[in-house]
């Protein structure tokens, strides 16, 4: 039953978040600013890793999972993520907070 | 919708909710707004809760709020890899209920339907996109194709300020002003958190840890026992990871594979990850906290605080949001609701203990940014026992064992003293 004995995989973790995904991303990532950019925060910081890189090096970034939590917008050196909280009533729906 | 509120309150945070209720308690018409569908769906934070505020506002809330555990151990960790040197402090009833742990999910709930109950309107799954501001003046807000039109608005959204970042109402939020929180809660029988961290029913531990947590980097880990779950979390500054090209999402799984750790969580099942930011500015905010025809109040207002040892913030959102009702009543009263009129909120801030204790900590997050809290000192610590404590035949001294260890380590006396002084200058 326990599931704590090793490292639980972002996927695994974000299996048991409770999320009512919206159709409409809250998030929009102009990726042609990323090409420029050499430190790319949103690697880093995203807790649930939704930004990656392609085989090309381009950024790839996906707003299902989102935890809302704000780094990406703040973190990106170039204005690149367009940052809104989803729709009332949509995203992730926390239980223990 | 469109309707016309005395109050619109956008968040049903503490502070908002706070508000909230003590605007609707002297009549008047207040909406508060919130995103979630359902009260506290959205709001994250450690685990403890300071009572001091609630015993002032709240009275009743020993016998009404969703409270996990008095915290009756306090525990400061610095972790290398696999050691760890403990400091707690254990104090019996007394100190029992100066803070306990709980879910602020289930908290905000609670403190929901006081305000509800007192008259408020909570208007839950809206999420405010923008302001009606006419001639500079902030005239309501704005939710997708509603406007709902208030004399006055009070900003409460939480610290990642996206309405008014967007609204250049506030300096924009700078990757080094805030931390990212990130949480995970574990399911264990109570009876099992009571023998392993040795406490009885309804007493808990709150910890902070040091050093290997946050691998190194500016921020470190937490740890409170609620009555059948453990919260176990990092919190680092968010300009940190790219610098140390370290991910957030594995830091508190590195963190959480050290050997003290799984011990604590043997047998456990994690049931929720989670983020969130937490403000660390410093510098007191004063500019932006009142405008024409709005106030801010709580994390939004940069009213959180980590001294190292503390880390506040849900006292800090309930007293702000009093004081913004105080404040509009007082305004409402004499009919106006102009930055000149509002201004009054910020000579009472200025008198409570919110900017006492945020201005005799000011310097605290200058201090915590010294890299060798998280890396060599932890690690000197530890080296310093490991040694003192090993029995081989060769004696070992506490002074030229630390030394030896100093030198190891390229730690300089000076510098230690110097780092020590800092300490004990500014927190």
């Not at chain 1, 996927?11 to 990323?34: G, T, Y």
Request: glycine fraction near 8%.
């Amino acid at each position: 039953m326990s599931n704590v004995e090793k490292k639980l995989s972002i996927e695994e973790r974000l299996a048991l978040v409770v999320f009512n995904v919206d159709e409409e991303p809250h998030i929009i990532v102009d990726v042609s600013k990323c090409d420029t950019c050499d430190l790319k925060p949103c690697l880093y910081v995203c807790p649930a890793n939704l930004y990656t890189l392609d085989e090309n090096g381009k950024i790839q970034f996906n707003y299902e999972g989102c935890l809302e939590c704000g780094s990406c917008r703040v973190a990106c050196p170039n204005d690149a993520v367009k940052w809104n909280h989803p729709r009332g009533g949509f995203g992730v729906q926390y239980r223990f907070g | 919708m469109s309707e016309k509120f005395d109050v619109a309150i956008i968040g049903a945070g503490p502070s908002g909710l706070t508000a909230g209720y003590f605007l609707a308690k002297s009549g008047l018409d207040v909406v508060i707004l919130d995103k979630a569908s359902e009260l506290g769906a959205k709001n994250v934070y450690g685990g403890r809760i300071y009572s001091h505020v609630l015993k002032k506002y709240f009275p009743e809330y020993k016998d009404e709020a969703p409270i996990e555990r008095w915290v009756r151990k306090e525990q400061l960790y610095f972790m290398t890899r696999d050691s760890a040197v403990k400091v707690e402090f254990f104090a019996d009833k007394g100190f029992l209920e100066e803070s306990f742990t709980a879910y602020l999910t289930k908290f905000v709930k609670w403190l929901g339907e006081k305000a509800e109950n007192a008259g408020a309107l909570i208007a839950n799954g809206v999420r405010v996109d923008s302001l009606i501001i006419e001639n500079k003046k902030v005239k309501g807000v704005i939710a997708g194709e509603d406007k709902l039109i208030a004399d006055y608005v009070v900003i409460a959204e939480g610290a990642n300020t996206v309405l008014l970042d967007s609204l250049n109402l506030k300096p924009k939020t700078k990757p080094n002003e805030v931390a990212l929180g990130v949480k995970e809660v574990f399911r264990l029988d109570s009876e099992k958190i009571n023998e392993r961290f040795g406490v009885n029913d309804d007493e808990g531990v709150a910890a902070l840890l040091v050093g290997y947590p946050s691998l190194g980097a500016i921020g470190g880990g937490f740890l409170y026992t609620m009555k059948n779950e453990v919260a176990l979390g990092v919190v680092v500054r968010l300009d940190e990871p790219a610098r140390k090209r370290i991910k957030m999402y594995d830091i508190v799984e590195e963190f959480r594979m050290h050997p003290l750790l799984k011990r604590l969580l043997k047998d456990s099942y994690m049931i929720e990850y989670s983020a969130h930011f937490v403000v660390e500015r410093g510098k007191l905010p004063d500019r932006y906290l009142v405008g024409d025809g709005y106030l801010v109040i709580g994390a939004a207002a940069g009213f959180e605080l980590n001294t190292g040892l503390i880390v506040r913030g849900v006292d800090f959102a309930i007293e702000s949001g009093k004081i913004a009702a105080d404040t509009i009543l007082e305004a409402h009263s004499k009919g106006g609701s102009d930055r000149n009129a509002l201004s009054i909120y910020l000579k009472k801030l200025r008198n409570s203990f919110i900017y006492r204790e945020l201005e005799a900590f000011r310097k605290a997050p200058e201090f915590l940014s010294n890299e060798r809290i998280y890396t060599k000192y932890p690690e000197l610590l530890n080296d310093f026992f490991r040694e003192i404590l090993t029995v081989d035949g060769n004696p070992r001294r506490l002074y030229p064992t630390l030394r030896g260890i100093m030198k190891k380590k390229k730690i300089s006396l000076l510098g230690l003293i110097r780092d020590g002084l800092r300490a004990v200058r500014s927190i």
